[in-house]
């Protein structure tokens, strides 16, 4: 026995405060204008399975906790509770506790608690109007597949990156090839070039030859004996670098001279007495707003506080205003540049000042200078902070104290730099000596290269093997995947077709295609043929046939993947699709899904009738609640009545005065009547591309058609005289239509005047004896009852 | 067998075709796979661990 839904109870959620369904597990079709709560219904039936709230999701500023709760109530009040047959079983979702369905409702839920049972206009548009992607998503949805797509994702991540961490070590070892050029003064790109290139250096100084990598550290040591002093290289590599550094700081610069220029800018703005502070800058951003709006509004007031003011005058002062601030403000932009260079150039300073008293540290000979330069970095440090506060226009900079200690600085600097080349020169190298020194030193380079190349190399080949098999399972795995995926899709697409023939017979549209896109990752494309020629079907279709699509697509993907599920929810699915097509939603929703439990949901009048009509002609009325949402108020949430006839729901508005309602009741009525006399007439109406028509566009056509249509000549008076009667009054039908601020005064005997006349046009087309309406058989050229049992069927003949 | 059953097992039956592959990464890709707790870096120390054993045998 399937799974069905008995009742649904909604406290405290969207627009219902407390509601009660029955459902009796049967089909529900639900009838309420717009903002009655039939949404609020859908979305409480999506919150008790899946914990959301389709259109809440994902929306900056909407949240389900924030907007589900009805606002009278808090999140903890929310509750909906839905009882199931088979077992009478009660279930209820909170914001903090989801339903536990017992284990013989497994199958039920795993497919209701993704949601892929409800079909909302906005969704339709997913499978129609999306982009692949988007479509690849929704469908994967249905069919099950998001976590494959997950997995397929993560694969192709680590792909990526591995292609990336390969190419990473790639590049590393080809700048470390380039170094090795560079010292060796060749073109290397092979590892085995390096030895070929580095004993050619060695044959040149008469040297012995590397005939190894492992040789490396032997022949250093042989070449160093050759050298006669006992070398420290460490020590003349130290001096060396702190003779380099001072012979580039003792070059003469220009930092004084750019303090001075710096103090000069400063001292201009301090005797303007310009304030650089956050204020100055909000009162420049608050001139530019003010200006701005004396500009654009053109007014006369102050938009502050309101005080007349003489514009052109104001303007003009802003003007000259902003002119000076904006001058002053580039001035001070400037101190800005140079401080930050001159800055730069003092933190240098000290970091090389910081380094060489590092550097010095073993010389014993340099005691005095190694206590005199932290006393100098010191001032350096303090002097930055004074440049600082300096450009913030607090003080001026004392350049003549910087230039003293500066020269200090250099004096410092210079006895270091003699005291260095003393000591490198007691070490005597002869230029041989040096020359050794320098191969001893290249090798040492060369040997620290080729190691990391070595292990780069090893690395590059694990991570290439890793990438290759980081490719194939991907690649594998995406390939496995959109086989499998098109199957299915070739699987539903006879469903697809089917479903939309059924909708659309004889018109030109066939083999649709869904259709998985093989160079991208999840992708699905829709074709359709029509007109010859296979397109996206946006390109050569209405929306209604692009809608009636989507629902077909959606159905097909329900009929195959929810089959453990009966539950099927139409939230207000139809609007743009036009009356016959409706009819035939109606065909294939109990033709195809009658073992289903439908929840329909519909502000349309129309499409509610049509809905009941076939419920009749399958006899199925039995397994359907028809219902009808007749008030809503936020105390009282939707006020849910089962269905009455047409005319008893006039009726009944006419009588408790409810003019709008009963108006816009009589005008569907007569849309209605119109669009079947027309239909049954087969009356020439102006397409519109919409699908939907108005007693405008129905009107004159009907009545035309009928006069040119009937030869006899007692029924055409008869029905003419039921039209003439609703000339007077057809304004009436466009009059009260939705939000026409008109209808407020049109009278209750008036509309009653003007439902009563559409009734009795309708009577027109009835037969007297059944009450069927009656049907156009063309090739006997009669209009007749159009129930075979009818007894005494009308019979008009046509022309 | 769902869909992801069949994308599962169509997929382990082609790895294990290509000779390429470790078995060792198959057998491990598929107890990942199962547990449903896949991140590029699992598969990745699937990836190494099944290519450095099968490089020590």
């Known amino acids: 026995m399937p799974v069905t839904i008995k009742a649904i109870n909604i406290h405290a959620f969207r627009g219902i405060p407390d509601l009660e369904l029955e459902l009796d597990g049967k089909s529900v079709i639900i009838r309420g204008e717009n903002g009655t709560g039939k949404s609020s219904i859908v979305n409480a039936i999506e919150f008790f399975f899946t914990g959301k709230v389709f259109h809440l999701e994902g929306v900056k500023g909407l949240s389900l906790q924030r907007h589900g709760p009805h606002v009278h109530y808090s999140p903890e009040d929310v509750r909906i509770e839905i009882t199931f047959n088979p077992g009478n079983v009660s279930l209820t979702r909170t914001f903090t506790s989801a339903p536990a369905p017992p284990e013989e409702f497994k199958d039920y839920f795993q497919v209701t608690q993704k949601g892929t049972f409800i079909l909302r206009r906005s969704q339709i548009l997913a499978f129609i109007m999306s982009r692949p992607a988007d479509r690849f998503r929704a469908i994967g949805s249905i069919i099950g597949i998001e976590r494959l797509d997950e997995i397929e994702l993560e694969m192709m991540r680590l792909r990526d990156n591995l292609r990336g961490e390969v190419e990473s070590i790639e590049s590393r070892i080809d700048t470390l090839f380039a170094d090795l050029s560079r010292s060796l003064g060749e073109t290397i790109t092979k590892i085995e070039e390096i030895l070929p290139a580095l004993n050619k250096i060695l044959r040149e100084a008469n040297l012995p030859e590397i005939e190894a990598f492992e040789d490396f550290d032997a022949v250093s040591e042989e070449i160093l004996k050759a050298i006669k002093k006992d070398v420290n290289m460490e020590v003349i590599k130290t001096l060396k670098d702190v003779k380099s550094t001072l012979e580039t700081l003792l070059k003469p610069d220009d930092v004084v001279g750019e303090l001075e220029n710096l103090n000069e800018k400063i001292e201009q703005l301090l005797v303007e007495g310009f304030d650089l502070s956050e204020l100055s800058l909000l009162e420049s951003k608050l001139l530019e707003v003010g200006k701005s709006i004396l500009e654009k509004e053109k007014r006369d007031t102050c938009p502050l506080c309101e005080q007349r003011i003489d514009r052109e005058r104001l303007l003009s002062k802003l003007h000259e205003r902003l002119r000076i601030l904006r001058s002053l403000s580039e001035r001070a932009s400037e101190i800005r540049e140079i401080s930050v260079q001159v800055k730069r150039k003092l933190e240098m300073l000290v970091d090389e000042l910081q380094s060489i008293l590092t550097k010095i540290d073993p010389f014993t000979e340099l005691s005095e200078e190694k206590s005199e330069l932290p006393r100098k970095v010191d001032f350096l440090r303090s002097f930055m902070r004074e440049i600082e506060t300096a450009t913030e226009l607090r003080n001026r900079i004392q350049v003549q104290k910087f230039n003293q200690q500066k020269e200090e600085i250099n004096t410092l600097l210079s006895s270091i730099l003699t005291k260095c080349k003393t000591r490198l020169e007691e070490m005597e190298l002869t230029e041989e000596e040096r020359k050794l020194l320098e191969i001893i030193s290249l090798i040492e380079q060369v040997k620290i290269k080729v190691k990391d190349i070595s292990k780069l190399s090893s690395e590059l080949a694990d991570y290439r093997k890793f990438y290759e098999l980081a490719e194939k399972i991907y690649s594998t795995f995406s390939q496995v995947k959109k086989q499998k995926v098109q199957e299915i899709y070739h699987s539903i697409q006879g469903d697809i077709q089917r479903f939309y023939s059924l909708l659309h017979p004889n018109e030109p549209h066939r083999n649709i295609e869904l259709i998985v896109a093989l160079g991208k990752r999840a992708s699905t494309e829709l074709k359709i043929e029509s007109f010859g020629q296979k397109e996206d079907p946006r390109a050569l279709t209405s929306e209604g046939h692009l809608d009636s699509l989507g629902l077909c697509i959606f159905l097909a993907f329900v009929k195959k993947f929810n089959e453990s599920c009966s539950l099927i929810v139409l939230d207000d699915v139809v609007t743009t699709v036009d009356a016959r097509h409706r009819e035939n939603i109606c065909k294939l929703l109990i033709e195809e899904f009658g073992d289903k439990q439908l929840i329909i949901t519909t502000h349309d009048g129309v499409w509610y009738e049509q809905l009941r009509a076939a419920q009749r002609a399958y006899g199925v009325e039995g397994n359907f609640k028809n219902l009808s949402i007749v008030d809503w108020s936020v105390d009282t949430g939707p006020i849910i009545r089962p269905y009455k006839p047409r005319w008893e729901r006039i009726q009944e508005k006419i009588v408790s005065g409810d003019k709008i309602g009963a108006g816009n009741e009589g005008r569907q009525y007569l849309e209605w009547l119109l669009e079947r006399i027309c239909e049954l007439t087969q009356a020439p109406v102006p397409f519109k591309s919409s699908g939907r028509y108005t007693v405008g566009d129905l009107y004159d056509p009907a009545k035309k058609r009928v006069k040119e249509l009937i030869k006899d000549e007692q029924f055409k008076a008869h029905v003419f005289e039921r039209f003439k009667n609703l000339d007077l009054m057809i304004i009436m039908g466009n009059l009260l239509s939705h939000n026409n601020i008109l209808a407020e005064n049109v009278s209750i005997d008036e509309v009653e005047s003007f439902c009563n006349r559409v009734k009795e046009l309708h009577e027109a087309f009835l037969c007297p004896e059944c009450g069927r309406f009656i049907n156009y058989y063309r090739d006997l050229k009669i209009l007749r009852c159009s129930n075979s049992r009818c007894e005494k069927p009308i019979e008009v003949k046509t022309k | ?57």
Request: hydrophobic content about 35%.
């Open chain 2, 1 to 57: 067998m769902g869909i992801q059953g069949e994308i599962f097992e169509e997929f382990f039956r082609k790895l294990s075709e290509d000779e390429a592959i470790p078995s060792s990464i198959i057998e491990k890709l598929k107890e990942l796979l199962e547990s449903g707790e896949v991140s590029q870096e699992r598969i990745f120390e699937v990836i190494k661990r099944g290519y450095n054993d099968a490089s020590n045998d």
